[in-house]
């Protein structure tokens, strides 16, 4: 099988294509034919080294596979699903399975990371949600009851804002985002309004400008820098899906990190044609992920996501 790995810390170059034995079958695991796999920016990071210590606190050891979400089918049964079914779901890269990552034509994983794939879904859009659907749903969980709260989301355009501002909504509650108002994606989500991208600052100024006395819960779900906080109303909730977010609490306001769990049902629940329809793609085989990284690091994507296939 094909496995993208690298021996070091370092630019795009150090990610090589070889060619591996299939993973033979484990006991507690299954193995996965993946078809579709997200690069993202934190691959990019991951295999760049920014944070040393904490990956070797984790215990990373090379050769590592990057790679944390996948669509693919069981070559062995879960508990539920037969061999051959369609499946989605991702891996706890910074955690149990560092290292051992999804750029890989099969993969071995634990079954609870492995939820049912509905039908009739792109596998290539399926798996830019594969872990990120969760993740936003997660996020929303943690703010308490919604019905009427008024909930900023920043970073709405990307795939874990996007999830979270569809449960925020089904939730009842008022959802206002960052962005811009020309950003077809966002006027497609019905949002109460959007705020204009800018400083953490100025951010939530603007915020408390729309809502006078602040939000009731802001969720960052993107890269912002402290004063991002000054738009919750006080005894509000900042939630945040960054380990490193600067913001600390202040005037009562919870602050929570969100680390995703898993829960197949739920996953496959949130995995809609109505929200997949959202994002836009662009598609490289896996063998390009040097490329992918590549594309990456030079941005303008236009918010687009690589999905890396095979």
């Known amino acids: 099988m094909l496995s993208v790995e690298f021996d070091r810390f370092g630019p795009p170059e150090v990610l090589e294509a070889r060619e591996r034995p299939e993973p033979l079958p484990i006991e507690d695991r299954v193995r996965v034919r993946v078809r579709a796999r ?5 691959d990019v990071e991951l295999r760049r080294g920014d944070t040393p210590q904490r990956l070797e606190d984790l215990g990373l050891t090379f050769p590592a596979v990057l790679g944390w979400d996948f669509v693919g089918n069981l070559l062995d049964p879960t508990p539920t699903l037969p061999v051959g079914s369609a499946v989605a779901g991702f891996v706890p890269w910074l955690g149990s399975e560092v290292g ?6 099969v993969i071995s994983v634990a079954p ?36 009427g709260a008024h909930i900023l989301i920043v970073g709405a355009g990307g795939p874990v804002g996007m999830s979270a501002a569809t ?3 089904a939730a009842g509650a008022r959802v206002y985002v960052t962005g811009s108002t020309a950003d077809e994606a966002l006027a497609a989500m019905g949002c109460a309004g959007v705020i204009p991208r800018g400083t953490p600052e100025e951010m939530a100024t603007a915020a408390r400008e729309e809502v006078p006395g602040g939000m009731d819960a802001v969720f960052n779900a993107a890269v912002a820098g402290p004063g991002l906080i000054r738009a919750v109303k006080d005894g509000g909730a900042f939630v945040s899906i960054h380990v490193a977010d600067k913001n600390e609490s202040e005037r009562g306001v919870a602050v929570e990190k969100v680390v995703v769990q898993a829960d197949a049902p739920r996953l496959t629940s949130l995995l809609t044609p109505s929200l997949l329809g959202r994002t836009r793609i662009e598609t490289l085989p ?15 994507l236009g918010g687009r996501k690589i999905v890396l296939v095979s």
Do not use: C
């Open 112 to 147: 609870q990371w492995v939820a049912t794939l509905p039908p009739d879904l792109d596998p290539a859009r399926a798996a830019v949600f594969a872990m990120n659907a969760l993740t936003g749903a997660q996020a929303i969980d943690r703010m308490g009851p919604l019905d």
């Open 167 to 169: 449960a925020a909504t």
């Open 38 to 42: 997200t690069a993202n920016v934190s």
């Open 100 to 105: 051992r990552g999804t750029y890989a034509e």
């Open 286 to 300: 896996l063998g390009q992920a040097r490329k992918a990284h590549e594309r990456l690091e030079r941005g303008g």
